[in-house]
């Protein structure tokens, strides 16, 4: 065959877009350092008690903990191409089960093993996924409204069972997690650590985070390359039901009891903190390292706020303006705006 | 430019182009265009991808503005319409808003008022009835058009766009996706519409239609009008001449075709008796070793099913496909692939890339699994020979392998998703559209590049494709026409035979095939 023989085409290339290297992204993940070490210096200058190593450690990290390990869930779900409201509900609804059936003491009591009661606040996140996942992957409901029912019912299943009251008497393993601490590191903090580090090696670097991408960036190319995106919409809504109760686990260790209104709220926060760092609500965009900065950023503000004498009562209305405020700053169209004030000469 | 002879002194001019020319940058898409459309005419409008006939239909409905020449509507000036407003346009493609019903779908663009300045359903409703009526449909007024038939839904399009007032009404396919008998009923309302005057611009890649319902022709050829002529005494090969022009006609193609298979060799890829639903019907083929084989047809034809579903990317009825003897399970990509299918689809930006991810990533997303150390973690450095490996044997320009696949142009797009079908080491290979939307370099690399690589690896490769100017490698083309398998011809071939054979036309040669199933049509 004579075809390397034939006319070798020069192919003329259009006008060349930027091209984004594995540097720039690299530097698109840490676009919120510079805006943390500003709020870390505003913060360690004018608030009392912020830049302290225990305030850092057990207030802001270890608040942030339950948040952190629940916007890495989404953030997984939101690169996939999907929503899921219902982790907020699930972060209720598990440890409820869970010391509903664990304890006498107000609850059922039918499950008198500890690790056994752990489990079915676990099976119960991973139900509400498979059921979630069925209903958007099979049927092909909006996720958005899919999950937004579950978080509805599954909150009002939360006040049904615990008819408004708060559990104390929590499994030994739960309520040590709580107050247990490796080198006076609180658990939690290392759990948060951990989820960050392994789903970020597991997004960039396992097959099954990258057809994850893949599937949020293209449904249909990924379907033609192969990747059955049936199963992997169901795996994703079975995850993040899992690491959801995993999370409410994890808050009800923190404030030491279940509460009927655990988890309320929390949602906001967790696509604030993942849209913030960088995951794009389209799907397929953002990175893991990226959503972490924006828990750590929400993290600090917070206790900003908490520690400075902010009133209580206007907490979560200074909170919002902040948040909004950071999606603008990180808005690609306000940058540009700004990007024009300034001489392209001081660009460079 | 001939004049259409037989047409009574009487007859006004509906429509009247003198000397369009429009370019796009450097490109010339029309250049000096005349045509004349009588009142109540139904003038086919012809001419192949390409031709200038898009650019010609939005210079017709106002779309677009050409740089010289003027457009005029003699036989409606009285009626104060403005120009955009003349001509009533019925895409392929639905427009319709499917949860609204039929009447309100009508009335869309223009809601009739009451004085409080909100919607008047009466009077709504009466005019899209009065609308229906005429084609004996008023009793679907109130349905929703989602649950309406296809037929039903074209008829609505018609009518909103004649709801404006327009009198001359451009239909673009509007044959595509309607059956037999709806296609008849369609015709017979057509012809009512032209005995009221209205005139029609009829649009269509199925030549045997335009001599069904169509008296005259136009045919545009490289942004020219070719051919203006009554179709009386013509045949489909007289129109095919026109669209393809002589010298494309006699121009064989300029890569060398493949050798023809060793019929000794045993087939890699073996397709039987292939059917799904009503779309593609006992479709059977066998490619050998270092075989390129060509499936043409039209538009709808049924092509793109049968090598969606040869891929695993869609189920199908009947039929078995096997790969080396071994049957391939039906309806999954993945096995399709570990079976040793290589896929490309025939839509790169629906389906052929991630558009924000790295070229590298994209090339190797269907064999990730081979690319995994023991922990199950994808080894970066395999990854990048793996492309590297890829990306050289096409030739893919790029910045960085971590360049975003939709920062390319759209022929190293389309090199990157030959890239991911070929990245599997497949032994057959699906190309669908191997070379659409590329310009002219591009399409000849490909081209080339496809063909060695099958001689090389000697694998089995089909190429699917609605455009005759794609098969240069293959020893031999399949033709698929409304479903099924109608003959086979051997290389060389030209352009024009395979344009006429898409039709359903094989003429005096010998590849037809004896099917007595298809003897009925």
Redesign the interface.
């Known amino acids: 065959?004579s075809?390397?023989a034939?006319?070798?085409?020069?192919?003329?290339?259009?006008a060349?877009?930027?091209?984004?290297?594995?540097w720039r992204?690299i530097l698109r993940d840490l676009a919120l350092i510079p805006v943390i070490v500003i709020v870390f210096i505003v913060g360690a200058v004018f608030v009392p008690n912020f830049a302290t190593p225990n305030n850092i450690v057990s207030n802001i990290l270890s608040v942030s903990a339950v948040l952190g390990v629940a916007v890495v869930a989404q953030s997984i779900v939101l690169i996939g191409g999907y929503f899921d409201l219902s982790a907020q509900s699930v972060i209720g609804l598990a440890p409820m089960l869970m010391v509903w059936l664990y304890t006498t003491d107000g609850g059922v009591g039918v499950v008198s093993n500890p690790w056994l009661a752990i489990l079915s606040a676990l099976v119960l996140g991973a139900i509400v996924g498979l059921v979630n996942g069925l209903l958007v992957g099979r049927l092909g409901m909006n996720a958005f409204i899919v999950t937004l029912a579950m978080l509805i019912l599954l909150q009002g299943f939360t006040l049904g069972i615990s008819g408004g009251q708060t559990f104390t008497d929590l499994p030994p393993a739960v309520a040590a997690l709580g107050f247990a601490n490796v080198l006076g590191i609180p658990v939690d903090v290392l759990i948060l650590v951990l989820v960050v580090a392994i789903a970020a090696?597991f997004m960039r670097?396992?097959?099954t985070g990258?057809?994850i991408?893949?599937m949020g960036?293209?449904k249909?190319?990924?379907?033609?390359?192969?990747?059955?995106t049936l199963r992997m919409t169901i795996g994703l809504f079975i995850f993040s039901g899992v690491v959801a109760a995993f999370a409410g686990l994890m808050l009800s260790a923190r404030i030491a009891a279940v509460t009927s209104s655990q988890g309320n709220n929390i949602i906001f926060t967790v696509f604030a903190a993942a849209v913030i760092g960088g995951i794009s609500l389209d799907g397929?965009?953002g990175t893991i390292i990226g959503a972490a900065t924006g828990v750590l950023l929400l993290g600090m503000i917070q206790n900003i706020l908490v520690l400075s004498a902010v009133p209580s009562f206007w907490i979560d209305a200074t909170y919002g303006a902040i948040i909004l405020g950071a999606l603008l700053i990180g808005s690609p169209q306000v940058r540009g705006m700004f990007s024009k004030l300034i001489p392209a000469r001081m660009r460079r | 430019m001939t004049t259409v002879e037989g047409r009574p002194e009487t007859q006004r001019t509906a429509l009247r182009l003198e000397g369009i020319t429009k370019r796009f940058g450097t490109t010339l898409a029309l250049d000096s265009v005349s045509m004349e459309v009588a009142e109540g005419e139904v003038r086919a409008l012809l001419g192949r991808n390409g031709a200038g006939k898009s650019t010609l239909i939005s210079v017709v409905t106002g779309l677009l503005t050409p740089e010289e020449g003027t457009l005029a509507f003699p036989a409606g000036e009285e009626d104060g319409l403005r120009s955009d407003q003349r001509v009533a346009c019925v895409y392929q493609k639905s427009t319709l808003v499917p949860y609204l019903t039929a009447a309100e779908n009508i009335v869309l663009d223009a809601y009739p008022k009451n004085r409080a300045g909100l919607v008047d359903w009466k009077a709504a409703r009466e005019k899209a009835r009065s609308l229906l009526d005429e084609w004996g449909a008023e009793d679907i007024v109130d349905a929703l058009v989602e649950d309406l038939e296809p037929l039903q839904r074209k008829i609505v399009e018609v009518c909103r766009a004649l709801g404006t007032g327009a009198r001359i009404l451009l239909l673009d396919e509007p044959t595509a996706g309607l059956d037999g008998d709806a296609t008849r009923t369609l015709f017979h309302r057509m012809s009512e519409l032209t005995r009221q005057g209205i005139t029609i611009i009829y649009v269509s890649h199925y030549l045997e239609e335009v001599f069904e319902v169509c008296r005259t022709v136009t045919i545009v050829r490289d942004g020219r009008v070719v051919m203006t002529d009554s179709l009386e005494g013509l045949r489909v090969p007289d129109l095919v001449d026109a669209m393809v022009g002589e010298e494309a006609a006699a121009r064989e193609s300029q890569v060398p075709a493949l050798e023809p298979a060793d019929p000794d060799d045993a087939p890699i890829l073996s397709v039987s008796r292939l059917g799904i639903d009503d779309v593609v019907t006992d479709f059977s083929v066998e490619i050998r070793p270092g075989e390129c084989v060509g499936l043409v047809g039209l538009e709808g034809s049924g092509l793109f099913e049968a090598a969606r579903a040869i891929a695993g990317l869609d189920r199908y009825d009947q039929g078995a496909i096997s790969v080396r003897g071994r049957p391939v399970p039906r309806g999954d990509v993945m096995r399709a692939i570990r079976a040793g299918i290589g896929f490309l689809p025939e839509d790169r930006h629906a389906s052929g890339f991630v558009p924000e991810m790295a070229n590298e990533e994209n090339a190797t997303i269907s064999v990730l699994n081979r690319l995994t150390s023991r922990i199950g973690l994808i080894r970066p450095s395999a990854r990048r020979a793996v492309y590297a490996d890829l990306s050289s044997a096409w030739e893919i320009k790029q910045s960085s392998f971590d360049q975003y696949t939709k920062e390319l142009s759209g022929g190293n797009q389309q090199k990157v998703a030959l890239a991911r079908a070929f990245a599997s080491k497949p032994d057959v290979l699906v190309l669908a559209n191997p070379t659409a939307g590329v310009d002219v370099s591009a399409k000849a690399s490909i081209v080339e590049s496809i063909a060695a690589r099958v001689a090389s690896d000697r694998t089995a490769c089909l190429i699917v494709s609605t455009d005759e100017s794609e098969f240069e490698p293959c020893s031999r083309v399949l033709i698929m026409y409304r479903g099924r398998l109608i003959g086979e011809l051997e290389a060389p071939w030209t352009e024009h035979v395979l344009a006429a054979a898409v039709q359903g036309d094989l003429g005096e040669s010998q590849g037809a095939f004896e099917n007595p199933e298809t003897t009925e049509s």
Not at chain 1, 16 to 22: I, L, M
Not at chain 1, 220 to 228: F, H, T, Y
């Open positions: 065959m075809y390397s034939l006319t070798k085409t020069v192919e003329t290339v259009p060349a877009p930027k091209p984004v290297s594995r992204q090696v670097f396992a097959p990258r057809r991408y893949a960036g293209n249909e190319a990924a379907r033609a390359a192969g990747i059955n397929g965009k």
